[in-house]
Nanobody, 114 residues
């Protein structure tokens, strides 16, 4: 079964850090470009970043550049998002997505609040 499962979302204070993980199964993870998206309450889903299949190329949305870092471990079929200096406006459900095949995870909630 083709599947992505995110984890790691929780409540964190402004300025804090959090690491999200996405674990893939059912397809050849090392062949797929991977992406993170997020969706805040009442807003459209927003692209956060993209990483190439071998992890050497990464692009980020301006809103997270310099604070968020993606990484992947093709040996473990895992894809992480390290989030630092979190702000209240980072509050959202975070989704990982594979392009080949096109599949989304179920999302994990991140809440940044004091």
């Amino acid at each position: 079964q083709v599947q992505l499962v995110e984890s790691g979302g929780e409540l964190v204070q402004p300025g804090g850090s959090l690491r999200l993980s996405c674990v893939a199964s059912g397809f050849t993870f090392s062949n797929s470009v991977m992406l993170w998206y997020r969706q805040a309450p009442g807003k459209e889903r927003e692209w956060v970043g993209t990483i190439g299949a071998d992890g050497d190329l990464a692009n980020y949305a301006d809103s997270v550049k310099g604070r968020f870092t993606m990484s992947r471990d093709n040996g473990k079929n895992s894809f992480d998002l390290q989030m630092n200096n979190l702000k209240p406006e980072d509050t959202a459900v975070y989704f990982c997505r594979a392009l080949s095949p096109d599949v989304w995870g179920q999302g994990t909630q991140v809440t940044v609040s004091s």
